[in-house]
């Protein structure tokens, strides 16, 4: 609506009857204000209402009425008519605001929908155009905002103007609910001089070079293609594509939704080695290729896939409860609707310290013991055993030796293997030479670290030695695969000392321990002469 005050034009957008009035009463009772535009090339003043807020709001509003030149002299009136004016117009921005659309928002971008702005995502953007109307970007669309287009009256539910998009590429999902007020309608521009209009329901726009294509959900008479001045209706489960090979366009159907999805037995939320776990369907005619969604039940986190065959290995998911569903994409890039949801167990490992996974197997200490999570209603069993019992929430080796876990849901036949391997990380602790005598030999500890495995954090030694028990402050000399240190003197007299030497990882793991005897010279001959310690690298074994 045209709205103009004095010969001025005041507003063109849709404004409430009670707020014309309201504003008519406040522009009659308001005061007349001096411009707040600095270097104003003609004094004047705005004929309105001065709305302020409490002061923790922050808000302070003029609703502008109307402009004429006036004397300074003139700038004063009566109290009462200006308290009437600022309550009457407080009822007209309230019901100003209400009818018009809210701005525009996309969680986490710094993008605004607004005339004139380029919008290229690098991930998948929504933007809230008023409150019964959404628009979301895929990622790499690209997308210039046009301006808002005045419909025709007679459109029900909907706005007096829609907004206005040109999509070069990429992809544009639209959702429109005439229910919730206000709510718009959108163009979308679209190559090969295409034009959609969304009215209500759920609408996807895919874009190519020289090929555009519209997708319907949802919606009677949801949305409507022109190609010039022909125009053209959609119906809900109906695609329209237009491409150099089919100028005048083609109308079919979306993919239909897949059947039979089904996974054959749970899942392990471990990384490497081979999944035995995999979703599985029966094909759709026309069907590219396949997405599967997997989302948590508790964490509502979403995870997305893609495949062009009719099965897909589930790795690399988050622990946890998941609904999965699966939907076609046909050629054009438009999806059909999703599969039926299914539920899926995501079988997650809580490993202790020091435990570590490489290649899907998990490498513990004997008395270690790994807590499984998310195995309620599964069934397990052990190496070669074929009875089934209640999937326990603990498991590890058995005893010293490897153990493999099987799990299954109720009655199925396949089923994933879990295997337990020793850790085996031992360290070789050597106290030279064997026939120490103090105080004339020198003992000498030697420790041979041991590397680390695919998959293990890098393993800190903490050696420690002690002579009778107590322990020995010892200066250490390291190379790049042994630890090395010499005890010149017992720490205390008489003799005899018994020399340990332990060997302990960042998880307090001991990795190796050795311990010598070690005798008094005392009544033997003095002249007998200290026994020296070669010490030589151990010999490396070949593979035969």
Known sequence: MAMTMGGVPFLNEHIHPFGLAAMALAAAGGRDLAPAVSG???????????????????????????????????????????????????????????????????????????????????????????????????????????????????????????????????????????????????FIYGPRRTTLLAVTGRVSVVAGPSSVSVGVYEGKNAASIGMGSTWRHISAGSSFSVSSHAPQGILSKLPAAPTHVRVNCPALAIDGGDADSRASWDPVPGAQRYVVELVNVETKAHQSFETRETFLALRGLDAGRHELSVSAIDATGLDGEASSHISVNVVGLKLPPGAFISKGRVFLEPYQRVSLTYVDGLQATYDNAHIYVRAPKHAGLWGTRATTMHLRLPGATERVSLEFLPRNFHTQVDILPALARWPRDKVVVRIQLPPSPPGALPIEVTPTVTVNSRSVDVEWIRTEQSLRAVLAEPPSYPGPWVVRAKVVDQHGITLGRNFLEVASTVGLDDEELPREVRLVAPHKRTAR
């Open 40 to 186: 104003s090339p003609k004094a004047g003043t705005c004929r309105g209402a001065f709305l302020t807020f409490p002061r923790r709001c922050g808000i302070k509003i003029l609703i502008v009425l109307g402009w004429r030149a006036v004397d300074p002299s003139e700038m004063l009136c009566d109290r009462p008519r200006l308290w009437t004016a600022r309550l009457l117009g407080m009822g007209a921005l309230l019901c100003a605001v209400s009818s018009l659309a809210e701005k525009p928002t996309s969680p986490g971008s710094a993008n605004e929908w607004h005339s004139g702005t380029m919008l290229r995502p690098t991930r998948s953007e929504s933007y809230r155009l008023s409150a019964g109307t959404s628009i979301t970007l895929l990622a790499n669309a690209v997308v210039e905002v046009e301006p808002r287009v005045k419909l025709p009256r007679g459109i029900d539910g909907l706005g007096p103007s829609a907004y206005a998009a040109q999509l070069t590429s990429g992809r544009i999902d639209i959702s429109i609910n005439p229910k919730q007020r206000p709510a718009s309608a959108v």
